[in-house]
């Protein structure tokens, strides 16, 4: 039950911010903020990533083209964005995506996919190492990411490239 409570005000907060125009995040960064029970992941994904969602081929990702793509793109973050500690591999657990457009225009276009989720029974004592595979559609883009555990006064900011697509947490 309280999972389900968790959910839906997850999915309250992305209405009312949509219906706001405010990003959640700034693009190609993110967070991992850590407590006992693993890692809260939120982070900005550059759309071009993701080439074979659009469906018109123009180069952009509309809000239609996406929502076609959905399954695909939820699929190919499950496949990208994960965490290491020795030979387990740990996958995003409740992944939400939602699709971040412009405040100008027709807010049709899709400018940054937020990526949510949580990495489970994670510590940050045992090698832990966060990976990415999504760089743009040429692998130019970088990402930044903050890992946070407040509780303990631990933080870090790391940076993802196309060549380096791992890097090691606390």
Not at 30 to 49: H, K, M, Q, W
Request: glycine letters at 8%; one cysteine or more; hydrophobic letters at 40%.
């Amino acid at each position: 039950m309280f999972y389900l409570i968790k959910r839906i005000a997850m999915l309250a907060c992305l209405v009312t911010s949509a219906a706001a125009s405010a990003h959640l995040m700034v693009a190609e960064q993110g967070t991992l903020n850590f407590d006992e029970s693993g890692a809260y992941l939120v982070v900005a994904i550059d759309p071009s990533s993701f080439p074979d969602a659009d469906a018109d081929n123009d180069g952009h990702l509309s809000v239609h083209e996406f929502k076609g793509a959905h399954r695909d793109i939820f699929n190919a973050i499950q496949q990208q964005v994960f965490m290491t500690q020795g030979e387990a591999t740990q996958k995003i657990e409740g992944l939400i995506l939602s699709p971040q457009s412009a405040h100008h225009g027709d807010q049709t276009e899709v400018e940054q996919i937020v990526v949510m989720g949580k990495f489970v029974g994670v510590d940050h004592k045992q090698g832990l190492r966060f990976h990415n595979g999504f760089y743009g559609k040429g692998n130019d883009k970088q990402l930044a990411i903050r890992a946070k555990y407040k509780r303990l006064g631990l933080s870090q900011r790391f940076t993802l490239t196309a060549k380096q697509q791992a890097a090691k947490v606390f």
